[in-house]
Nanobody, 111 residues
Framework: VQLVESGGGLVQPGGSLRLSCVASGFTFSTYDMSWYRQAPEKERELVASITKTGDTTNYADSVKGRFTISRENAKKTVYLQMNSLKPQDTAVYYC?????WGQGTQVTVSS
């Protein structure tokens, strides 16, 4: 199982980023997927999740209305569209399948 995130970077407050996570080594379409984040000196927290078919999503209250999780099963990819970014969104963002984590991608929101 391998999960490879990309799309992080430095963005100004109010800006947008789209994270991608490409999966391999398992049947992607049969697993729910999620995004987590961990800010410095804080615990890792769930940001968003999506069911295997993509018909149900859930979000942390802190990102509702700003972030959107989606997936393309044919491409074995899950996305996190992040809009209206705030400095408090600064963290390493991780893709997760049950039992496995990606290596993470850094998102920094700063002027």
């Amino acid at each position: 199982v391998q999960l490879v995130e990309s799309g992080g970077g430095l963005v100004q407050p109010g800006g947008s980023l789209r994270l991608s996570c490409v999966a391999s080594g398992f049947t992607f379409s049969t697993y729910d997927m999620s995004w987590y984040r961990q800010a410095p000196e804080k615990e890792r927290e769930l940001v968003a999740s999506i069911t295997k078919t993509g018909d149900t999503t859930n979000y942390a209250d802190s990102v509702k209305g700003r972030f959107t999780i989606s997936r393309e099963n044919a491409k074995k990819t899950v996305y996190l569209q992040m809009n209206s970014l705030k400095p408090q969104d600064t963290a390493v963002y991780y893709c997760r399948r049950f039992g496995y984590w990606g290596q993470g991608t850094q998102v920094t929101v700063s002027s």
